[in-house]
């Protein structure tokens, strides 16, 4: 089968939610290149790939467009609120070109081998479906949940886990997915439904998904990403005035009185935001967020750390360490540390073990010790891409 009429369609319409941060993974950046670029290149560099269309959140639209910046493409397509569907739609979008092969390929995917889409595309010449596979190396333990008991092992000699690209005759694929209706994340599986004939072929270690956070260690290794320490120290004080309840590391605690400000007044969260903001040398909470500005009045602070997260993993860093000490008579923070330990590590996308929270009086003295006012102070230990000195 003349290869000329092999299309590409990238599904790169998901928000990789398990990383923690409103940055989708496919757009954070590798030796400071988009995910989807370093997949798009690969494919770009193919001989034998022609048309290429890339599946999206119209909602992610910007952040699209600067990850292709200078690439002749057409233009992407509106992605589903499932994957089946955003392959579907893509699909479709595809008709007018009359591939006669696509092949279908996850974004969060980045090191896509060569031999890898040889091997997909010989093998839709005996079979309408392909997919590069690697036999478990592990042994297979079944059990209800990861802590509950084993409830027996697998056989693994018949099991191969599957990647993408996977490989399809264009017609055949377009009417498994109109047949069916079903989302699936293996599109091969639709054809195995049906009945017809899917080939494994040789996968690759180097193709595997991006979906946690040691994945990314692991992808910013691969793609020669030297990272450097950074630190940065935040600092924050909020006086106390008439109320029932405050904020406190994304915690509300009912107390006698309220730490009064122009947000939510966390003074927790906004001393890590600083810290953050400094390990990136990008200014403060109040540059970001000016208190002068309405739309911010009783906003959550949770929402000025979540930026300074994204603004880090924007460009190409990660967090790695967060310690903050909240000072104060009242209330007493050992009974909540473990829920603020919670709330800080979902916001930064980051294991509990990860985030320190401590607690000291200031034996009376000062405005705290007054019960005048609570402060906070933090640090915040970032990894970024290395820069000449």
Not at 76 to 84: I, L, M, Q, T
Not at 169 to 174: C, S
Not at 344 to 352: N, Q
């Amino acid at each position: 089968m003349p290869r000329s009429k092999t299309a590409l369609l990238i599904v790169a319409a998901g928000r990789g939610t398990r990383l923690g941060s409103e940055i989708p993974k496919q757009y954070l950046k590798l030796a400071g290149v988009p995910v989807l670029r370093h997949a798009l290149d690969r494919f770009r560099a193919h001989p034998e790939i022609g048309t290429i269309r890339v599946v999206i959140d119209p909602a992610h639209r910007a952040l699209y467009e600067a990850a292709v910046a200078g690439l002749d493409l057409r233009p992407p397509v509106e992605g589903g609120a499932e994957r089946g569907q955003s392959v579907m739609n893509g699909l479709r979008a595809l008709v007018e070109d009359a591939p006669e092969q696509v092949l279908v390929h996850d974004a969060a995917r980045p090191f896509v081998a060569g031999s890898v889409i040889d091997r997909v595309l010989a093998a839709l010449d005996e079979a309408p479906g392909a997919i590069p596979a690697l036999p478990v190396a592990d042994t297979l333990k079944r059990a209800a949940a990861l802590d509950g008991p084993v409830e027996g092992t697998e056989d693994r000699n018949r099991l191969f886990r599957a990647q993408t690209p996977q490989g399809f005759h264009f017609k055949t694929l377009l009417e498994a997915h109109e047949k069916t209706q079903k989302s699936t994340t293996d599109d091969a599986a639709l054809l195995e439904e049906l009945g017809l004939d899917v080939r494994l072929v040789e996968g690759d270690e180097t193709l595997f998904k991006i979906t946690t956070e040691d994945d990314l260690t692991r992808a910013e290794q691969m793609a020669g990403t030297e990272m450097e320490p950074r630190m940065g120290t935040g600092f924050d004080v909020h006086r106390l005035g008439p109320g029932e309840s405050i904020m406190l590391c994304g915690i509300e605690i009912a107390h006698d009185r309220t730490l009064i400000g122009h947000s939510d007044a966390d003074v927790g969260l906004h001393a890590i935001t600083d810290a953050l903001l400094g390990a990136i040398a990008d200014g403060d909470i109040g540059s970001h967020f000016p208190p002068s500005d309405p739309q911010w009045k009783g906003a959550a602070s949770d929402r000025f750390l979540a930026h300074a997260r994204d603004l880090v993993l924007g460009r190409g860093g990660r967090i790695t360490h967060i310690d903050v000490t909240l000072i104060c008579e009242r209330p007493k923070v050992g009974p909540h540390r473990p829920a603020m330990r919670t709330r800080i590590a979902e916001i930064l996308g980051l294991s509990e073990g990860r985030v320190s929270v401590k607690a000291t009086t200031s034996e009376k003295l000062g405005f705290t010790g007054r019960g005048e006012g609570i402060a906070a102070q933090a640090a915040a230990t970032v990894l970024l891409p290395a820069e000449a000195p």
